[in-house]
């Protein structure tokens, strides 16, 4: 028996009682935007997704294939009449049983969908201010460059912005330097200079960062570089924005008293949406 909100109930009633990733965040997952009966980016997504579970030593099933993680995201958006616009997440956890230490290295997988609104990647004409998140900092770590199910910062950051009337929260690491949004990488431009965090400093190996560092370097005029980013520099852009596979490229108006242009953030999402209509 366990007491479930007050009431004692047997515990083959709650699916959570033994759920490790309820118990202890013992999953790792991956979100993709799904358009015209299509996975965006479904080799990166697949990858990272196997890298992630690997880095956590979970088993990976042999039927576990770039094909059969399609199929299944996809006929659950078929299923659902999802396949023009929608966003989908699947979630990976360890089975049942143990304590800290699992009893197997096993894996179930979870998927659950939602519709989107636009197909194609837009940015809307509004401003979008952020600030600095400085409760909590991320660790320089392997783990943090994957998505694990511990977000414990990204939801009391997003508290934070709430209640502060914020679009959106920068989180620096342990050495108080920029590493991402509360929901993506930060890119920085300054003069013809791109630059975003390396992986080492504890963001996230973003999906749609591969797709920005690469779509950004067809542009003439723009160098792209890798560098840390110290709260300082963020005075000193002119352009700030964010980027995620949901949203594409959500350019950052506002930092405290600095307003930013968002030019290049348009010329980006323009050849991200021609890159997308392509493949």
């Known amino acids: 028996m366990i007491n479930f909100n007050g009431i004692i109930v047997s515990q083959d009633a709650n699916i959570l009682t033994q759920n490790r990733a309820f118990l202890y965040g013992d999953a790792v997952f991956e979100t993709v935007k799904i358009i015209d009966n299509k996975i965006l980016f479904l080799e990166d997504h697949y990858f990272r997704l196997m890298s992630s579970m690997r880095v956590i030593r979970m088993e990976i099933p042999m039927n576990f294939t770039m094909e059969y993680f399609e199929e299944q995201i996809l006929s659950l958006a078929k299923n659902n009449s999802l396949l023009d616009s929608s966003r989908a997440r699947i979630t990976v956890y360890r089975n049942d049983g143990g304590y800290y230490l699992p009893l197997s290295n096993s894996v179930s997988f979870l998927i659950h969908a939602v519709a989107l ?84 400093e504890g963001c996230l190996n973003g999906v749609m960062r591969k797709q920005i560092l690469g779509l950004a370097k067809k542009i003439d005029y723009i160098v792209v570089v890798e560098e840390v980013i110290s709260p300082f520099d963020l005075q000193k852009a002119d352009e700030l924005f964010i980027t995620n596979v949901i949203k594409g490229i959500q350019p950052i108006t506002k930092y405290r008293k600095k307003n930013f242009t968002t030019k290049v953030a348009n010329q980006l999402l323009q050849l991200l949406n021609e890159a997308i209509s392509v493949n």
């Open 117 to 200: 609104e636009n197909t194609y990647y837009s940015i809307e004409d509004k401003e979008y201010e952020v600030d600095l998140y400085k409760d909590f900092y991320v660790t320089k770590q392997l783990l943090s460059s994957i998505k694990t199910t511990n977000k414990i910062i990204n939801i009391t950051g997003s508290i934070y912005a709430s209640e502060n009337g914020l679009d959106n929260c920068i989180l620096l690491n342990d050495s108080k330097n920029v590493i991402e949004a509360l929901q993506g990488n930060i890119f920085m431009l300054i003069g013809n200079k791109l630059i975003t965090p390396p992986v080492s």
